[in-house]
């Protein structure tokens, strides 16, 4: 083992600041910088057993090490991917701020990834899934908006949870969208949509609200907001009602979204802006599951597929 970094500081003491960083200074969204601390407090547990006490003896074999014991415990790729990508990030904050002499993660390879193409829904489940929430009552209602918006509009999860009544533009048919980082961006919503959304928020929101004061659009049967868990259950059991099956996430509405788009013919400038995405190469993603289905569509039906 090398000598240790007179400069280093203690393990948990570098992640507390690390991630107040995140916080603060990159203005992370609560949920990243939560994603954040539970790989480094994972690291941070395992580094400690292995009597490592401050990052200035870290070397590549424990994060090697490390990165085995989760493949070990059967953590996906992309799950261990993510937990390399938190240990550099801290690792190049602690670099620049001159607290470590040397990179201990330099030569590292992280796990290779699988194919990233998005999964979607066809345009048959998506009718599925939209008719799946009962229209007569309060809940059912809710969740009709609730999935109309987020097939509408692309949002996160977390857009979803924080959108707010006065988010909501009905005169020009758009939404205020609270992104990541803070960030907001205007997202026009169809007619469809809006409607469904009308009718929720000037009958069953108010009866769900039981009295409280909140401006979360979407509330829970006691009448307060929705957790990130409680919109996944609920996307969850309406994806079984309407016996719909394959690798769904609570991103596939979003996912959905920016496909249709394209396979409709909208340029992928403007998919980027509604999706939110700061740099245009993160949706071009999109742009090779459109070409694939092409491909499958030609193949399909041309005589000499």
């Not at 000598?3 to 949920?31: K, M």
């Not at 996906?76 to 240990?87: I, K, N, Q």
């Not at 009295?211 to 868990?229: A, I, Q, T, Y």
């Amino acid at each position: 083992m090398t000598s240790p970094d007179p400069q280093a500081p203690a393990l948990h003491q570098a992640v507390d600041r690390y991630l107040a960083h995140l916080a603060t200074e990159r203005g992370l969204a609560a949920n990243s910088v939560s994603s954040y601390a539970e790989d480094l407090a994972d690291l941070t547990d395992f580094l400690l057993k292995q009597e490592v006490s401050s990052w200035g003896q870290v070397e590549p074999l424990h994060v090697v090490a490390f990165l085995s014991q989760a493949a070990q415990q059967g953590l996906a790729p992309r799950t261990r991917a993510r937990r390399l990508s938190a240990a550099r990030g801290l690792v190049a904050w602690l670099l620049k701020r001159g607290e470590l002499s040397k990179d201990p993660l330099t030569g590292l390879v992280g796990p290779r990834l699988p194919d990233g193409l998005p999964y979607f829904l066809s345009r048959d489940e998506v009718e599925r899934l939209l008719d799946a929430p009962d229209p007569l009552s309060d809940l059912g209602r809710r969740d009709r908006a609730m999935l109309e918006l987020m097939y509408a509009a692309g949002l996160r999860v977390s857009e979803v949870i924080s959108l707010g009544v006065g988010d909501v533009q009905f005169q020009v048919g758009c939404l205020l969208v609270h992104g990541k980082g803070d960030k907001e961006r205007l997202v026009p919503v169809h007619e469809t949509a809006l409607k469904v959304l009308k009718h929720y928020l000037e009958g069953p929101r108010a009866r769900l609200l039981k009295g409280k004061r909140h401006e979360e659009v979407f509330l829970n049967n006691r009448g307060d907001g929705l957790s990130r868990m409680g919109l996944w259950k609920i996307i969850h059991k309406y994806l079984q009602k309407a016996g719909i099956n394959g690798p769904v996430t609570p991103h596939t509405l979003r996912h959905t979204f920016a496909t249709h788009l394209l396979e409709g013919g909208a340029d992928l400038r403007s998919v980027q802006l509604m999706l939110g995405h700061s740099d245009i190469s993160t949706t071009q993603v999109y742009t090779h599951v459109t070409r694939r289905r092409l491909v499958e569509v030609h193949r399909r039906h041309h005589p000499r597929g």
